[in-house]
């Protein structure tokens, strides 16, 4: 590779085996593109995919190197009359309100100073332009917000959109108009705070969607192979998704949202928007590294679980799911349930699914909850460990579905799978376990479902030795609750693994008196 990559390693055991773990950091925008030397190539990660850079790609990333600067271009053919007199106005008496250094200058200088003009008397800079100007897009005609609803199970065969709409002018105008779109696009619902009065909340905290929007349209790349596209904004049935041409400049996506971090692609466009004020009466942008902090807080606060956020380097997108709101039985229902280990919001929504009857699979939580699936194996476990979830079923075809304990009275039989709860045999069933000081009564059930499984896996065993395949069959259990119960067995000095771990045709076998007990 062209720079040369320089990955850090370390080597560790891990379940016995020795492995060497690497770490291969993201190279600094001075230096992109990265290319193979053989080919002389440079490649985009998108999501489960890689993709040659066309030409226009590889220009964004070697512009983006530098400083960008081209919201500070004059825009020749324009002059001061292109410019909005009363959005002008607002802007002059904002800045001079606003700072006692500027308040000493004329209004023609504090145009020229503060980066609107390029010239004293001369012609708007694009940031002037876009912030200020009367109808930008009379030279820069693609930068708008092109939205969009996804079509609904009630709309005709071959619908491609619902409400397509393609927001223009400055910049306060475009986002003022784009918020009052997803508000006419979107429900409120009822939410119950912990006062127990119930107030009308948006399906999208409003705040957040602000923020968002306003950080498109200052942070979109200006270059000139990023004129030909447009921001995008999409409502789907489960999420929001914006886009902006441009990925992250200054900064890596895990320091999103940290305190203090910032990083203004276009310098100018982002000063001169902090004193821009929209239909609303609010500034385009409250304050420097505020944004994400921001959408991050109001979403918490509404419930909510965080957006999603991917850089691809020439494109930015953000992803907010909808899953919102819950209803004021479920917040009593989930807060009644004492779980062994606190939940996530994600989990909380899906435990909540769960209840109305959804069996959760790998693929249906990523999809539901924008995630990757090692994140989404993590949430499923959680909650099987918790004591909400039951997993059912082999690897590949597994679901999880709330734990039969949780069921409410009178549920339907056929809800009611034989996972760890089975009854068993009188002569396998053993006193009820010994209350652990702390414990909650779930993680209590759940210890007991441990031993009452371990005993019947021990029976199984009296016969000889068994494959995972032959527990898991005979015992009806998934394969996390049989490992769960086994390495019990384990602890206790009373079964042995007959191969290596992984291998399928091992077998675990009970060790009888005089045996060795060691692997």
């Known amino acids: 590779m062209e720079p040369a990559l320089v990955p850090r390693s370390w080597s560790l055991e891990f379940e016995g085996k020795d492995i060497v773990v690497a770490q291969i950091d993201e190279l600094s925008t001075s230096v992109k593109p990265c290319r193979v030397k053989g080919t002389g190539k440079a490649y985009l990660r998108s999501y489960d995919g890689d993709y040659e850079l066309s030409l226009l790609e590889e220009q964004a990333f070697i512009a983006n190197r530098d400083t960008p600067r081209f919201d500070q271009e004059p825009v020749a053919a324009a002059t001061i009359a292109d410019l909005d007199p009363s959005l002008v106005s607002d802007y002059l008496e904002t800045c001079k309100s606003s700072s006692a250094a500027l308040a000493r200058f004329q209004d023609s200088e504090i145009l020229f100073r503060t980066g609107v003009v390029a010239e004293r008397e001369g012609a708007p800079t694009m940031a002037g332009v876009l912030a200020l100007g009367l109808y930008p897009q009379h030279y820069y005609p693609n930068l708008v917000i092109q939205a969009s609803v ?174 919102t709101l819950l209803a004021s039985e479920d917040l009593e229902w989930l807060a009644s349930l004492r779980p062994a280990v606190p939940l996530s919001d994600i989990q909380r929504h899906a435990a909540v699914a769960m209840r109305q009857g959804v069996k959760w699979s790998n693929k249906t939580l990523r999809d539901a909850f924008p995630m990757d699936s090692l994140d989404a194996r993590t949430v499923l476990a959680g909650l099987v460990d918790a004591g909400v979830a039951e997993a059912v079923g082999e690897r590949g075809g597994r679901v999880y579905q709330l734990s039969e304990n949780l069921l409410p009275e009178g549920a339907p039989e056929q809800q009611r799978l034989p996972i760890e709860s089975e009854e068993v045999p009188s002569e396998l069933s053993e006193p009820p376990v010994p209350a652990v000081e702390g414990e909650t009564p779930l993680a209590s059930r759940a210890r007991g479902a441990r031993r009452v499984n371990a005993e019947n896996i021990a029976k199984i065993l009296v016969s000889g030795p068994a494959s995972m395949a032959t527990i898991q069959k005979a015992t009806n259990l998934s394969e996390r609750q049989a490992l769960y119960a086994l390495h019990l067995l384990k602890d206790q000095g009373r079964v042995v693994l007959q191969g290596g771990q992984g291998d399928r045709n091992s077998k675990w076998a009970l060790i009888h008196d005089g045996e060795s007990r060691t692997d």
């Open 150 to 323: 996804a079509p609904g199970p009630n709309d005709p065969p071959g619908t491609r959109a619902v409400d397509s709409k393609k927001f223009d002018g400055p910049i306060p105008l475009m986002l003022d108009q784009a918020l009052r779109w997803v508000q006419r696009n979107t429900r409120s619902r009822v939410r119950f705070g912990r006062d127990g009065h119930g107030r009308d909340e948006p399906e999208y905290p409003i705040e957040a969607v602000r923020e968002l929007l306003s950080n498109a349209l200052i942070h979109r790349d200006l270059g000139p192979y990023a004129m030909g596209e447009a921001i995008t904004l999409k409502l789907e049935s489960g999420q929001l998704i914006l886009s902006n041409p441009g990925g992250l400049w200054g900064l890596t996506v895990d320091r999103l949202g940290k305190t203090g971090v910032t990083s203004a692609r276009n310098g100018f466009l982002t000063r001169i928007c902090q004193n821009v004020r929209y239909a609303r009466d609010q500034r385009v942008i409250e304050a420097l590294a505020s944004g994400i902090p921001t959408v991050l807080r109001s979403l918490q606060e509404a419930g909510m679980v965080p957006p999603r956020f991917h850089d691809q380097g020439v494109r930015f997108t953000v992803r907010v799911p909808n899953h």
